[in-house]
């Protein structure tokens, strides 16, 4: 059971209360004005009637003698039906009360307040009695002979709340009656709407919704990024700050304003689409995919994919591995069918030289690659590409210029990742192409100097540079992703400071330069 309403009855009942305060602000505004209007004009007003009555030769005769006061309840009572003033009272030099509208208080002492009309002088001012306001002006009379011979007080109660609401100008009981409505139904309409707008959720419903978020957001091994229609970023959790190595203040930046690659900001903003999107981010590899919402814009979720990637390329060496030694195996097997079939056909001269011949070509190249190349598994490598070029019938050679000694592990597996995609790219380009050759330069300084030639028909121009992003490939995909040999070279030539390019030069010629620090 909640112990407080509801998101909607909760909001209305805070306008409304909002609204009775603001309406009782202007009402009491509003009497506030109707008073001073009320003292200003009737005051003023009563002033007159007195002063008026004051200056009545009658009246003045009447008070300067004791016996002729018959005549002052009738003057009295006519001037204040003619003024419509509530009271006219007449008093003596004392201050007693000779008459007025009240039987009872004749005979009394007139009510003077703060009062100076006994002192000669003319006063306005709101009087108390018997819990009435009364707004009175007090004229004194003067006689012949310059003596203070009575007082003329004309009065008007003053208005109640209410009736100053009545009586003040322009009608406000009706303004703020209206404004009222108007208040209550634009309540009532927006308490709807605001409940429409949060789908129904009560507060303590969306508080305990984004706690959860913030807790999901970062909690979750995998990375988040929120983007609103204009490519802006609107939300991001710490993994994803660190998988895509964003700056910490990134929140409201646009996507194309920030230093991330163009493959990043293709899958960002949407112009890459696609389900499990790689992007190579500094040493990182991050399969990212990207949820559009209508009106909202889109929300990236990634994940880190380092090390399944380097898994893969594990898995990629062994299974090169495989295809040489079949492809040995496979050449091995032709030679064994030849020499079978010299010996049956009992050609022993031809069997000597053929076997001297093959004998002498595969230890020629592994000599030439052992003195040329003494990081073993350098060398093992392009003794192992060297079977699988031949079954191919592409020819691999080594430039007589080179030479590489020996270096670190890390370097060396940098370097084999390297060579081996740059040679199983080339051979991929020859495929069908006769009379193939792939040449191989590997040159040691203050840097490691990888260069692959071949005989292909090249690069176009156009996609030099394309064709290092991740998933570009010039050839069709036979399963699997394609493209990310080459954009896997140059994220190690980067992170190594190094760089990768390529050019034509009767054919493809691609290098790699690795800072190397046993120089």
Known sequence: MRVQGSLSRQLLSWQLLIILVLLGTVAVYSVAQSDVAFRASEGRKMLSVAEDLAATETVRASLADPYRRDALPILAESARSLSG??????????????????????????????SSVLRGSAWVGEISADGTDTLVAHVPVIANDARLVGVIAAGRNTPDLLQGLREAPENPLALLAFAAFLGIAGSVLLARRVKRQTLGLEPQEITRLVEHREALLHGVREGVVGVDEQNRITLVNDQALRLLSLPQDCLGHDIDSLELGDRARDVLTGRSDGVDQIVLRKGRVVVLNRMPISTVGAVVTMRDRTELVDLQRELAVHRDTTDTLRAQAHEFSNRLHTISGLVELGEYDELQRYVQRISHHSEQWHAEVTARVQDPATAALLIAKSSLAAERGVGLRLNEGGFLGEIDEELSADV????????????????????????????????????????????????????????????????????????????????????????????????????????
Do not use: M, Y
């Open 85 to 114: 003033a509530d009271q006219v009272i007449i008093a003596d030099a004392r201050g007693k009360v000779l008459t007025s509208p009240d039987p009872g208080q004749r005979g009394q002492p007139l009510p003077l307040g703060e």
């Open 416 to 519: 084999v990742t390297v060579l081996g995609n740059f040679i199983d790219n080339a051979l991929d380009a020859l495929e069908s192409t006769r009379d193939a050759w792939i040449e191989v330069e590997l040159r040691q300084s203050d840097e490691i100097t990888v260069v692959v030639r071949d005989s292909g028909p090249g690069v176009a121009p156009e996609i030099v540079e394309e064709v290092f992003r991740h998933g570009f490939t010039t050839k069709a995909a036979r399963g699997g992703e394609r493209g990310l040999g080459l954009a896997l070279t140059r994220q190690i030539c980067r992170r190594r400071g190094g760089s990768v390019e390529v050019h034509n030069a009767d054919g493809a010629v691609f290098t790699a330069r690795l800072p190397w620090e046993g120089a």
